[in-house]
């Protein structure tokens, strides 16, 4: 039997409209939130998706205040992962 940590999930995603631009501060702490969990995540933007444990690609999305942004995870802690980028994405300042 799988324990709840080895379960996956179904795709799970959310989209944010930016209140500021992706800049040094939120892009940090997306990168420093991505890299605690075990599952796959991306944030697209524009036709381009990007792995949200790097900073320099989160800043190189180049999404601006009113922007919209997807945030898609896969994997176990799916949909906690998506909760939390969107959270992020949402306070953004």
């Known amino acids: 039997m799988l324990s709840s940590s080895d379960q ?4 799970v995603e959310a989209a944010v409209v930016l209140p500021a631009a ?15 969990f075990g599952c796959s995540m991306w944030l697209e933007h524009a036709g381009r998706s990007v792995n949200p444990a ?4 989160v800043m190189g999305l180049g999404a601006v205040a009113g ?7 896969e ?19």
Do not use: D, K
Request: glycine share 6%.
């Open 22 to 36: 992706l800049h040094a501060r939120p892009a940090g702490q997306l990168a420093r939130t991505a890299m605690g």
């Open 67 to 73: 922007a919209t942004v997807t945030v898609r995870a």
């Open 75 to 93: 994997g176990p802690e799916a949909e906690r992962a998506v909760a939390e980028l969107a959270h992020i994405l949402r306070t953004a300042e």
């Open 8 to 11: 996956t999930s179904a795709p």
């Open 54 to 57: 790097s900073v320099l690609a």
